[in-house]
């Protein structure tokens, strides 16, 4: 087995976001289930956007969110995922390739609309969105790079991939790739309304091709069909090698096997925008995991820029990350 | 003459900008210069693009900016200029309509890129742009809708259409048809190497076309080709009915021959970004000045304007400008 060349391979849906500021009462009236993400087809996305006030765009993706987070960290990493050939598209390839992520637009290009994600921020500061996934969708067992994956340390992948026939079949191809050579797979559970449509696949995978799970309360929760928090760690502690399951401004609680540890949430003095708090968790933690550190020392970097992110509009890393872990001994 | 059914119609360009936060040392390296707008080709955006950092879209242009800052106001405020029929054109279009700015996406779109304005902002808060025309330098006589240009108290229109010879002819086309309804027009110098390209047409055009000027110091000193602001408004005082200059934190001056009103800058907590003080202003002044409030109110609201804008990263109000003007009684 080579050295790795990559620390992360994340993969998932290439996404722009449309962000907009918005009362609360325009979710009811949207139809929208407050917190959490609907998969909807072009015209409806059309319908939202023209409900909503004016935007700001920015690149995506929860993913490629945690792809940027990593190497914002001075971590190596690369992101899979299919753009369009449009100036979303072109959007969202400059701002992986400036900010360091490995990405091959030409390759991952192809005819149709760059997905599209609306995201509501309500004055609580909590997110709503609203996915078009355009060309995102098409993701499919012959796009994963099998050398890319093979010289990777883990490859990471979004739940929300389950959501499309061909893109499943990418994700377990990718899985499958890793683990032949001998490398790790995370898997973030993304939502808990995709944990719901997919829970029997979820508890297979999570079973034999999971190293790495990141979940909030609500996914975990869902996932084992439980009310409450604990039931879902007794359950989760010996189905998974390393679960890292996140609770906003209560931490995270990372289990491995007996090997329990509690980590706090790092203080935000006003939270903006909780979008990206779990793709940028993820991103630390996987930074650390990959240089070799300890789980609690993964937690505390996870917790960190999740801080970063949430104390302003968009869901990648408006700072040096390596800095900020600098500046905060994490 | 029929009572106006616009307070302001604004024509200008159409452009979506990229923001970015980027050190000072880059504004030299692509040789730019710190503050003003660079007229670019397609070729010379993308390669200052490939340079620039992970960007924030929002829909942007001068006069543009202004018509969303009116309706924010509560004003009726229209909106004339190119777009293209892509994603960029889409964004731009939706932002203006769903503030409560009238514009024809259908009959202002036309085959080719939207324009792009890649915006950098470095540490002190300063813009430094860099402008790709695309579709809206097309902008050309026919493009004006002599009925609204008829109905509107007020045209104002960008100096950046000097830049183009057809959108010129469209400015005096426009500029035309609102004497010859009664109504009034305004200009705004828009940036002083704008102002040092086309000089002898300003100093024209302000002669006998012009009824509101808005500049800021650096543009009314290069227009009368004098190194102090107190020499340039000398000049102006007898050369335009009613001139607003504008001195960043140093507040603004008002005049309109004999009278002149000294207006304090509105105070800021932090100046996150200069991008469309200018632009806010003059939608505040105008919005006063079509609601027939006297000069001091006209620079009060405007300093209200640029006060908020300058607070956030964008060029367009966060916050209805409404809300702000009751709650400062301005």
Chains 1, 2 share one sequence.
């Not at 319908?47 to 190497?71: D, F, H, K």
């Not at 034999?208 to 928090?229: H, K, M, P, R």
């Amino acid at each position: 087995m080579s050295e790795p060349t990559l620390d992360v391979l994340t993969i998932g849906n290439a996404l722009v976001d449309v962000l907009s500021h918005e009362q609360d009462a325009i979710i009811d009236r949207l139809d929208l289930i407050k917190g959490t993400m609907a998969m909807v087809d072009g015209a409806r996305s059309d319908a939202v956007y023209a409900a909503l006030g004016p935007g700001i765009e920015v690149s995506g993706g929860s993913a490629a969110n945690t792809a940027t987070g990593i190497a914002s960290f001075g971590g190596s990493a690369g992101f899979v995922g299919r753009i369009g050939k449009d100036q979303f598209g072109q959007v969202f390839a400059h701002d992986l390739a400036t900010i360091g992520v490995t990405f091959d637009p030409d390759g991952s290009s192809t005819s149709g609309p760059t997905g599209k994600c609306l995201v509501i921020v309500t004055p609580d500061a909590q997110r709503t969105m609203c996915t078009s996934l355009g060309v995102a969708g098409d993701l499919a067992p012959e796009h994963i790079p099998s050398d890319v994956v093979a010289s990777a340390r883990v490859t990471y992948l979004e739940g929300f991939l389950w959501d499309q026939p061909t893109a499943k079949e990418a994700f377990r191809t990718a899985a499958r790739g890793a683990h032949d050579a001998g490398r790790q797979v995370a898997l973030s559970l993304s939502d808990p309304f995709c944990v719901d449509r997919h829970r029997g696949d979820f508890l297979e995978l999570i079973e034999g091709q999971i190293d790495v799970l990141f979940a909030n309360e609500d996914e975990i929760c869902s996932l084992y069909e439980v009310d409450d928090f604990d039931a879902a760690l007794q359950r989760v502690r010996h189905h998974c090698s390393i679960a890292a399951l996140t609770r906003s401004e209560r931490g995270a609680v990372i289990v491995a096997g007996d090997e329990v540890h509690v980590v706090d949430a790092h203080p935000v003095d006003t939270v903006i925008d909780t979008t990206g708090a779990g793709d940028q968790y993820a991103a630390g933690f996987l930074h650390a995991l990959t240089a070799g550190r300890d789980l609690a020392a993964c937690g505390r970097r996870g917790a960190l820029a999740a801080s970063e992110v949430i104390g302003h509009l968009g869901a990648r890393p408006e700072v040096s990350l390596a800095d900020l872990a600098v500046a905060h001994g994490a």
